[in-house]
């Protein structure tokens, strides 16, 4: 059977007919992607710019800020600057006004006062370096400035004002109190002016005025003041009792003035007595006495009777001694009389002493000495003094004593005469050792004097070696003394101790006149004098001591010593003498004394702030001060100072460049320490140097600091040049070349200087300045002689002008024959 | 250079970057919707032809099949009944639900060919669109950028004027 094929199912159709790919699909991300990626490089760089923008801008702005705040807060400095030196300036123009203003009315200050303040102001908003916001701060922190210096100042007239209203009234009442005590108490003028002098009281103590009086004191006083008199007028002690009575019954007087016034009545009647007293005391002092007289002057006085003697001089001499109580009388009996019989005994005996001692000194020889002692033992001597043998025996140890006391003080107390000394000795020896008009020598006496004379002669031979060792200790320091005068006291070394040395400079320093002088020598020795040193750093320290307000004599003293060192430019006694920690202070005060009173500089230097770096504040402004020779004119602070001084006019132009350069350098420094702007402290000291210099011929010099120093210099300058090239013909130096400057800050001695301040050498080239101002007079006068005769002889020419030729000249040019004019 | 004169450079150059290139991101995403869309489309067309070669081949291979079940009745000496009919009958229903089947199955192909085609273009249209306005964008946000920066620039100045006036006042 055949087979018959069937049909065969084909597959799944969506299988059989899958679609085909006719190419790959493209991808729009692909193919936008490079655009994307300028689309992002575009982003980023927009981002960029936008970042850096913002930093830029952020940075700008930080940068602003900080800019901004530093620019501020320099402004707020500059400020505080301005403010501090406008202050310092304001203080000081306000204290100078209050201390010169004599209103007495606080109106009158005010409006005085207003005026400065306004200038001020005006100064201030007149500036150009501030901004107004810095003007109105400095304005407005001045301001309690203003209110306070004006009411300080405002106080200060008032009360002037009430010291003047108060003298006035004191014045008034004190005149017509001494009117009122002129008169009786109960005279009708008096009462009037009693009267007038309460209500005058009453009147002032109502308008706060400090008379010092009040009216009950004035009542206590005119009533203290006529009993007082009535005191003072009482002779007896009867008169005292009334007025007693009286002062008790007093209702004016307190029991204060009542008791006064009692304690003054028992000092009148001590008074009286003491009066009495010392009437008696010097009648008995005055009496011509022998000491026969003693007893009854004993009597008298215990008595209370009267004594009838005679003075010296023959006149008669009363002594009431009933006129003193007897307790009084008893001291006359006990002490007064016996004293005065018993003076003239040790006078006698002190004569006799000092008469040996005299001739000792004299030159006597230890012979003579024995000579005169024996003579005390003469028979005449003793009648005559009523002296005895044992008298004159202790009067002669007392005469060995005492010249050997005297020895011993010689060698003690430093520079003697060896030969005086010894003679001293040699005769206290004789007198204790040798016998005199045959006497035992008082060394062998026995008793209490023969003691006394041996202990006299042992210290002899101690004074005898202490005179040895000083000899040598006075040769020695004589040696030191010269070499200090030889300036070698600190080369060779002659074994002085510090102190020795010290001594030797001293010695050697008081043989010199001047301060000069010593000085030239300490500089020679290239020696400390401690002394000094010692004197110097106490004067710094009392300077700056707050609580000092007086110069006392040591400071004076070693300001004095300072300025002659600074004067003499000896930079090896300034260093030998201050030290190092004192001598920014003096170099300061040197700098601002040279410019300011001691008071200002003083000022100054406590106001200073010490921690500045002064050096590198003045860099700003040391290219315009440190300059060489001719630099210096074109200097804005010099020809500023320079036009001011001179007016603008041609005059000569100054040659002391050093001086000027290093006076303003150093100042400029000073006013640096005060936390002045550098620029600012420069024009201060150039202000303040010309203000105290003035030009004279080529140099500036110092105005003299004394009170107002007459002489025209420049005047003087020209009188005195000329009479130096008057006396040295032979110099070859133009007149413009030369000046004068003082001597060493002197005012009394002038030298003619040379270049700006070289001396000159030749005649006549240092004057004083009496001196200086004769030729000054003399040149005046011989000016006025020419001036009044060229003035005649022009006076003549105007009249002869005016009037035409005299009659003798028209007479001389007429012919006396033809009558017509001569032919020439 | 100021930061301004920067920031405002930059914002520009951003701007001008971002437009052309969004600019040139929409010709880009329309040509290659474009492309895509004709590349389904020639699929289409591809898979019509498929379908069609397809359907019939089957008709021929399914009258080859039916002769050669003629020709092996015939041969047997069978008459064209039972199951030789059925068998007959069977190729011939069975052919035509095959061809049914595939012209079916290439329709749906080729439909899903042409919405392909019309989805790419739709996507590219889309996509252009938003470039388009991403490069709108751009300028806007250059020109905001440039305002930006010089609005900085005025605040710095008045900054530094404040600055001025206070320090001289």
Known sequence: MPRIPLYNRTGTPSQEIGAQSVGPRASIDAFAAPSRAVVQLGQTIGAAGQQYSDQMNRFESKKAQIEFDFAMAEKNAETDRVYRESMMNYARQSQEFRETNQDTSTDGFRKAHDELNDRFVQSVDSRNDLTPNQKRDIKGRLMPTFVAQSTQGSREAFARGQVVRSQVAKESIATMIGDARQLHANHPDRKRLVGEIEAEILRSERDGLNTGYSVQSVRVAFETGDIDTRIRAAATSDQLDEISQDILKSTVLGPNSQATLQNRINTRRNQLSQETYQDLIGDLQALNVNFDDQDLLKKSAKNGDVYVGTNEDGEEVIMDFGAVKPSVRQSFVDTLIPRRFKEIDDNVGQVMVSTIMSNVSGGNSVIDTIEDAASYYGQDFLNRTGKDKSDVDAILVETAQQIQQEAARMVASGPFEQDEVNRMLDSVDALLQQPIVGNDAFVRDAGALGDKANGIANRVATIRGDMSKALADAAQMQSGVDLVNQGRINIQDIGLTDDEKQLAIRSALSERETLAEQINLLSDNDAEFKQWTGLLSAAKNRLMDPSVTEISDDVTSALQIFNAISLQGREGVFDNHIKSKDRVFWNSWKTLTSIHSPEDALSIIKTQRQETDVNLSYEAVADQVNVQGEELYQQGWFTSAWNSLTGGEDVQMPENISHITTVVGNLTKEYIKLGIDPEAALTQASDDFFRTHTNVGNVLLRIPDVQKFPDNLQQMRDVLVDKFLQENPDLTIEPEELSIMNVQGSVDVWRIVRNGGYPVTGTSNLFNLTKARDLVEEANKRAAGEAAAEGLADAKAGIRSATGPSAAEIAKDIDPFTGQPRMP | ?169
């Open chain 2, 1 to 169: 250079m100021d930061p301004m004169t920067i920031a405002a450079g930059a914002s520009a150059v951003s701007g001008l970057l971002g437009f052309k290139g969004n600019r040139a991101s929409a010709r880009a995403a329309e040509q290659t919707a474009e492309y895509n869309a004709r590349l389904a489309e020639n699929e289409a067309i591809l898979l019509g032809r498929a379908t069609t070669a397809r359907e019939a081949g089957v008709r021929q291979a399914s009258d080859s099949l039916a002769g050669s079940q003629i020709t092996a009745i015939s041969k047997s000496g069978v008459q064209v009944t039972g199951s030789p009919l059925l068998a007959l009958a069977n190729t011939y229903f069975n052919t035509e639900e095959d061809a049914m089947r595939i012209r079916f199955a290439g329709n749906i192909e080729q439909m899903n060919k042409e919405s392909e085609a019309a989805l790419s273009r739709a996507t590219g249209r889309s996509q252009a669109a938003g470039f388009r306005l991403a490069a709108v964008n751009s300028l806007i946000g250059a020109a905001s950028g440039v305002a930006g920066a010089y609005q900085q620039q005025s605040l710095l100045g008045l900054q530094k004027d404040f600055y001025t006036q206070q320090e001289k006042a």
